[in-house]
């Protein structure tokens, strides 16, 4: 079951399996049913409600106040009121929000892109985790936005995001900052993290027309069948717009 509507499932599903069969996992070796999760930006609730539907207890750190006051009404909504905690603030007030070594798993999805320090973010993400929990980490690709520009006809730019230090077309780029595979495993690796696994996310959903999708009867399924398939080759992931680390606290 995908955390979100039909063409939002697009975007989200490779890394819901992900996150889903990993909580599953690490459950099953602590032969404990209920698990403590941290999503940092984790927003209105995308995936805090499904995990918490999962029977997880889930604190969501966001730095926005409607965002957390949506995520309160849409657990409500889901029934999960219990098993969610909204509460206000970042990767930099964390360690005054969450004690250390008492998290099972911690979600950061599109975080390092924002803030100041990615490595001392990770790193306090990393230290809220029980040995053997696991990092959650989805971030901007910067070889898919290379593809991306150069395929839109931007060429100039696609050749500023190949060179730039932090993967950026220009200032008028809306994202602060995009990753290598290379740069996000030496943050990992620096936080004291093992990947486990690596996946590219949104491999083809940028790239093929929304009429497309939207018009030709079963072409959304086949596209998400595509995607969950090519997410975990590593030849597809230099063209996903995002990549996907699952990482382990060993």
Known sequence: MYPTRPRSALRTAVVWEVVRAALEKRAAELDQPVLDVVDTGGGTGNFAVPVARLGHRVTVVDPSPDALFALERR??????????????????????????????????????????????????????????????????????????????????????????ADGRWGEHDPMPRRFTGEELDRLAVGAGLRVDSVHGVRVFADLVPGVLVDTEPGAMEALLKLEEAAAGQPAFHAVATQLHLLATLA
């Open 75 to 164: 657990a409500a909504e889901a029934g999960v009121t219990d098993l969610v905690r909204a509460v206000q603030g970042d990767t930099q007030t964390l360690p005054e929000l969450v004690a250390p070594g008492t998290v099972d798993a911690v979600l950061c999805h599109g975080v390092l892109e924002v803030v100041d320090d990615p490595a001392e973010a990770l790193g306090s993400l990393a230290d809220t985790l029980r040995r053997g929990g696991f990092v959650s980490l989805l971030a901007a690709n910067r070889n898919g936005a290379v593809l991306a520009r150069a395929l839109g006809g931007h060429f100039a730019e696609a050749r500023a995001v190949l060179g730039a």
